[in-house]
């Protein structure tokens, strides 16, 4: 089988933001090792990462060896780029536990295990930073590289010309320390090539001017865009911040959502980004939405790609679910089905009312117009209970006097009231 050219198949996709000469051809010569750099301040990657991730992915499936970097030492330093200010430094137990957990999420999407020759690596750079000492690392690298190379680049110009509290010689290091990882990986492994965030261009090429003053040899740089939103605010940021790949940070019903509320102009761009889907089936996609908007359908495939990529058929079958009982015509079943968490985020933007415990056992009309003001008066309760428009737990409520009662409370706590079609009420029952 003709394995796929890894610069074409990202330059259809937008994913190609600089390539330095020569690395085009050095990928079509032979296998090639290339590694991208993955901060390890938390113990999940968020979709911030996914570009990066999905740059390895393609890139092995192109027939190469990507190895994850987990930028441990690097993260105890920090990254001016893109930054104006210091970030937080980490612990040595904090980082390890977190590149663990890295390293379980980006197994499901890149092969680590098998005995392909291609088969990727995790390294964590503290692991050969640690024992150089500070006069070895000035004297044998620092010497190779100028102050006035180091100025001239983007994210210390910004930094020394007014944006944020200046930068520290800790900051000011950070591109040395990133091309002395590139350098290390290019002698340990072969690694000719980083990649990396636009942002990323000024510490990657101090690396391949690392490698050619030390050892006289070519390396290469490759960077994607930043991916902003079409109006150009950021991507991956919500409200209630960033949009984590874990389930504990990010429900899966969370996740799906937030692929399935993007606009028209970010589907067609991110469903090239963010699946494995080939060109013919992602044109056409692109054309049955252009026919019909109103169906969403680019933003339906884009989340289900995604959500099952990333968590599982299942989860994304579940999310569908709960997104339907806002929305569509789902049973009672269904909402019974629906964990806690994801029931109180499928809910989230409803009214919602606490009742004592004591309160079960009351008339259905006492509940939604006393102890609740779901209705202005019991009149206009019991009125719209004949007229078939209200509904507990999606099940219609033929009598207003039923009681309701211990059986009725999903996960032992709620109740779902539903006037007319698109008015619901969340009680809680304590």
Known sequence: MAIKNFIEELEWRGMIHTIMPGAKEQLEKEMTTAYL????????????????????????????????????????????????????LLDEETLRRNQEAIKRQLAKLIDFDSDAPNAALMVNNYDWMKGI????????????????????????KKRFNGEGDGMSFTEFSYQLVQGFDFMHLYEKYGCKVQLGGSDQWGNITTGTELIRRKLGAEAYAITCP??????????????????????????????YQFWLN??????????????????????????????????????????????????????????????QILFGGATSEALRRLDEQTLLQVFEGVPQFTVARAELGLPFVDLCAAATQIFPSKGECRKMVQGGGVALNKEKVADAMRPVTEADLIAGKYLLVQRGKKNYYLVTVE
Not at 137 to 153: C, E, P, Q, S, W
Not at 237 to 250: A, C, F, M, Q
Not at 269 to 280: E, N, P, Q, S, V
Request: charged share 25%; with cysteine.
């Open 262 to 323: 993007v606009s028209d102009d970010d589907a067609k761009r991110y469903i090239k980004i963010f699946t494995l889907l080939d060109r013919a089936t992602i044109d056409a996609l692109v054309a049955e939405h252009d026919a019909a908007p109103h169906l969403r359908t680019l933003q339906k495939r884009l989340a289900e790609e995604i959500t099952v990529m990333i968590h599982s058929r299942e989860e994304y079958e579940k999310a569908v679910e709960a997104s």
């Open 133 to 156: 000492g500070f006069l070895d690392f000035i004297r044998d690298i620092g010497k190779l590289i100028t102050v006035n190379y180091m100025m001239a680049k983007d994210s210390v």
């Open 37 to 88: 750099g993955i901060d390890p301040t938390a113990d999940s990657l968020h979709i911030g990462h996914l570009v990066g991730v999905m740059i390895l992915k393609h890139f092995q499936m192109c027939g190469h060896r990507p190895i994850a970097l987990v930028g441990g030492a690097t993260g105890m330093i920090g990254d001016p780029s893109g930054k104006s200010q210091e970030r937080n």
């Open 226 to 255: 930043l991916i902003t939103k079409a109006d150009g605010t950021k991507f991956g940021k919500t409200e209630s911040g960033n949009v984590w790949l874990d389930p504990r940070y990010t429900s899966p019903y969370k996740f």
